[in-house]
């Protein structure tokens, strides 16, 4: 099955600065990518996802990079913000729409200091 | 528009004994995912619902089973609890092309 590995465990950054977050995987068939973000005591929130047909997306601050031949992702955050502060997971899975399974890497402790 | 709905929130049980957590989907989605996810880890999938069948399961014995409504709500059950079982369970809803949506989760604690 397919395995996503999640690179690093934790990370801080001065507030303004920017933070990278990568994850490979192991499935080569695997053809989606989202990001979530999740607070203390809430459920996991979707920030950005990608296709594998496309390698790169963009939406404001967030930003997410694909390399299918490396079989890694990674997400950008620019001008970082305390409230970006949480876990952040990488996510792959292959199939169509709602069929999806998703797997997820171990996660990212970001903590942005003002 | 209310988001994915889980409850409780919050369960304390003891091993050996069943537990049904239960599971209302984003208004418009036909399809729910259950997810554990353990202190420190990424979620890891449990089992698919669509159209009131299981499409999918993850790496879970079969002490783990769900069920799903017409009205696309979801159970999970889990019997004879281990102290292993102790986690976050998230309950996922998604439709066709759309992305999963995670509700904030029931907390277990098996004592």
């Known amino acids: 099955g397919e395995n996503v590995e999640q690179h690093p465990s934790t990370l801080s950054v001065q507030e303004g600065d920017s933070a990278v977050i990568k994850c490979t995987y192991s499935?080569?068939?695997?053809?989606?990518f989202p990001w979530y973000k999740q607070e203390l005591g809430k459920g996991p929130q979707l920030i950005i996802d990608i296709r594998s047909n496309v390698g790169e997306k963009k939406d404001q601050r967030i930003a997410v990079t694909l390399n299918k031949t490396a079989k890694h992702f990674s997400l950008h955050i620019t001008e970082t913000q305390p409230e970006d502060s949480a876990v952040y997971f990488c996510a792959a899975s292959r199939g169509p729409g709602s069929a999806r399974q998703l797997t997820f890497g171990s996660g990212t402790q970001l903590t942005v200091l003002p | 528009d209310a988001g994915v709905t889980q409850s409780p929130t919050h369960l304390i049980k003891t091993r050996g004994q069943q537990v049904t957590l239960r599971c209302s989907p984003k208004s418009g989605h036909d399809t729910v995912s259950w997810y554990q996810q353990a202190l420190g880890q990424g979620p890891q999938f449990i089992f698919q619902y669509y159209e009131e069948e299981e499409r999918q399961r993850g790496n879970f014995p079969d002490r783990f089973s769900g069920h799903q409504f017409p009205n696309y709500s979801s159970e999970l059950n889990v019997n004879a609890l281990l102290l292993g079982d102790s986690a976050l369970y998230l309950c996922?809803?998604?439709?066709?092309?759309?992305?999963?949506?995670f509700g904030n989760g029931t907390r277990l604690t098996v004592t």
């Open positions: 499935d080569s068939a695997s053809n989606y």
């Open positions: 996922a809803s998604s439709v066709l092309n759309s992305p999963l949506h």
